[in-house]
T-cell receptor, first 113, second 111 residues
Framework: NAGVTQTPKFQVLKTGQSMTLQCAQD?????MYWYRQDPGMGLRLIYY???????DKGEVPNGYNVSRLNKREFSLRLESAAPSQTSVYFC????????????FGSGTRLTVV | LAKTTQPISMDSYEGQEVNITCSHN???????ITWYQQFPSQGPRFIIQ???TKVTNEVASLFIPADRKSSTLSLPRVSLSDTAVYYC????????????FGGGTRLMVKP
């Protein structure tokens, strides 16, 4: 089992560029999440999808959009990147038959210059 | 969402038992208590989850008093590799809720 897979692992963008972060899980989880983590800080929720076909804003949604493509995949899009979006982005999933909390991906380190 | 309060940092030495206490005064009836561990440059990893009394697995024990307003994560005989940030969260299981991560507790294990 791969768990939660995020791509890319690293990315450098220029201010104003756009990009999509990809996330896929193979655990048949219902819920998926996108978090960002700034240096020395805790994780902040950007968007989440409680189930396929639904998405909701989290704590810091401004500047981002998401798509729950199917049960496995949940993407995060930055339409016009800003230096304030420099962060590490984590995708997570939850809601399996035997609940063991969230499973996180290994993260995408994004730098906006 | 029940908020949690935990110490910002703790120091310990190899071989010692470490207890990290988390306060969650507003925990709801349907909430479970979950602890995560995060190493630098990695995503958080699930450690243990419980509802009441005591839960033990191969990594840690979780103690929850009857009123459930606090919980204690116990790490037996820590090693240098246990140096990490530990997060305490309360959540409704399988509800697709948005979890709020606080700052966590930075545990430093010294030789």
């Amino acid at each position: 089992n791969a768990g939660v897979t995020q791509t890319p692992k690293f990315q450098v963008l220029k201010t104003g560029q756009s990009m999509t972060l990809q996330c896929a899980q193979d655990m048949n989880h219902n819920s998926m999440y996108w978090y960002r983590q700034d240096p020395g800080m805790g994780l902040r929720l950007i968007y989440y999808s409680a189930s396929e076909g639904t998405t909701d804003k989290g704590e810091v949604p401004n500047g981002y959009n998401v798509s729950r493509l199917n049960k496995r995949e949940f993407s995060l899009r930055l339409e016009s990147a800003a230096p304030s979006q420099t962060s590490v982005y984590f995708c997570a999933s939850s809601g399996g038959l035997f609940n063991y909390g969230y499973t996180f991906g290994s993260g995408t380190r994004l730098t906006v210059v | 969402l029940a908020k949690t309060t935990q110490p910002i940092s703790m120091d310990s030495y190899e071989g010692q038992e470490v207890n990290i206490t988390c306060s969650h005064n507003n925990i709801a009836t349907n909430d479970y208590i979950t602890w995560y561990q995060q190493f630098p440059s990695q995503g958080p990893r699930f450690i243990i989850q419980g509802y009441k009394t005591k839960v033990t697995n191969e990594v840690a024990s979780l103690f929850i008093p009857a009123d459930r307003k606090s919980s204690t994560l116990s790490l037996p005989r820590v090693s240098l590799s246990d140096t990490a940030v530990y997060y305490c969260l309360v959540e409704v299981v399988n509800a697709g809720n948005m979890l709020t991560f606080g700052g966590g507790t930075r545990l430093m294990v010294k030789p």
